[in-house]
């Protein structure tokens, strides 16, 4: 997972604020995965992008959240009016075009804490 | 609706002691299984994978075996040591899907004492 970079790695936000979140996928992949991590949970998928492509938004929550992976640039996982309970760990992962299932890598993580 | 769970929240083991740590997983459907180590505060790291064709895989100091019958992953450590300690976390997924979306299990804590 060296390759997959996330920033920043810790965040604080006040209730109501927003959230943003960027990831630098590895280089040559470009398909890229958001996961949140309850303390104590397992990763839980939130939505799968492609260049300028939201492929499978699923499981991101209908509102306050969006996510976008532009032409140029990183992913960007936004959280607007953060509230409490979007305090958690935020894993991007990134895997090449041909997917080959353990071609997945993650980041180190975001750990966004709303107080 | 479909899930991937585990037995145990916590395992404590001695060094040099073998570990298993099982999963259950309930979408018959997925074909492709895998295991990640999650230390504090870093991102989950591949461990070892299989699919749904095999039975047992091994790799360095590890193996997982597969019970399709049961719906049943495991994954066995041997000669345990004080660096294993971390999550492991059970994933599971359609590869025909076209992209991996992971479904992952809640983890089972490692202790490894010296």
């Known amino acids: 997972n060296a390759g997959v970079m996330q920033n920043p790695r810790h965040l604080v936000r006040r209730r109501g604020q927003e959230a943003r979140l960027r990831c630098s996928p590895m280089?040559?992949?470009?398909?890229v995965y958001w996961y949140r991590q309850l303390p104590e949970e397992g990763l839980k998928f939130m939505v799968y992008?492609?260049?300028?492509?939201?492929?499978?938004e699923s499981g991101m929550p209908k509102e306050r959240f969006s996510a976008e992976f532009p032409k140029e640039g990183p992913s960007i996982l936004r959280i607007q009016q953060v509230v409490r309970g979007d305090s958690a760990a935020y894993f991007c992962?990134?895997?090449?075009?041909?997917?080959?299932?353990?071609?997945?890598?993650f980041g180190e993580g975001s750990w966004l804490t709303v107080v | 609706g479909e899930s991937v769970g585990l037995h145990l929240p916590t395992l404590s083991v001695q060094e040099g002691d073998n570990s298993i740590i099982n999963c259950a997983y309930s979408?018959?459907?997925?074909?492709?299984f895998i295991w990640y180590k999650q230390e504090s505060g870093k991102g989950p790291q591949f461990i070892i994978d299989?699919?749904?064709?095999?039975d047992k895989r091994q790799g360095q100091r590890v193996t997982v075996l597969l019970n399709k019958t049961v719906k049943h992953l495991s994954l066995q450590i041997a000669a345990t040591q004080p660096g294993d300690s971390a999550v492991y976390f059970c994933?599971?997924?359609?590869?025909?899907?076209?992209?991996?979306?992971?479904?992952f299990g809640k983890g089972t804590m490692l202790l490894v004492s010296p």
């Open positions: 992962a990134s895997s090449p075009p041909t997917n080959s299932g353990n071609t997945i890598y």
């Open positions: 280089k040559g992949h470009s398909h």
């Open positions: 992008l492609q260049k300028e492509n939201i492929i499978d």
């Open positions: 979408n018959s459907a997925s074909d492709y």
């Open positions: 299989i699919r749904s064709n095999m």
């Open positions: 994933a599971e997924t359609l590869m025909n899907s076209g992209y991996s979306t992971l479904t």
